[in-house]
């Protein structure tokens, strides 16, 4: 099994930045990469960023493409979300999930391409 915990979720005016992380633990080593996905009242989750273990690929919505970065560090084994220039769209509950096979387009920005969830970071952001 694999935990996850997401962390860094708050307040923030559009514009500004926010970094999430979020931190596993447990069999770690199990797991061929993260993705980060969110979910706005009212609406359903969506996809938002994932990345493959070995770091060399990464995958972005549209929505969030050149402002959000995801990156790694696997000697923490923990995942980050920098979030440059938010808007209030971007407001909504941040959630990790880790997959146990190797990511690839269209796996990265499913749902069904991970095992594992977090609890979620809530996001909000001020206009």
Known sequence: QVQLVESGGGLVQAGGSL????????????TYGVGWFRQAPGK??????AIRSSGFSTYYA??????FTITQDNA???V??????????DTAVYYCAASRFPLNPIS????????????????????
């Open 76 to 78: 923490k084994n923990t």
């Open 44 to 49: 359903g989750r969506e996809f938002v960023a």
């Open 108 to 127: 990265a920005s499913e749902d069904s391409g991970y095992d594992y969830w977090g609890q979620g970071t809530q996001v909000t952001v001020s206009s």
């Open 19 to 30: 970094r999430l992380s979020c931190a596993a633990s447990g069999r770690t080593g199990s």
């Open 62 to 67: 549209d929505p969030v493409k050149g402002r």
């Open 80 to 89: 980050f979300l920098q979030m440059n220039s938010p808007r209030p769209e």
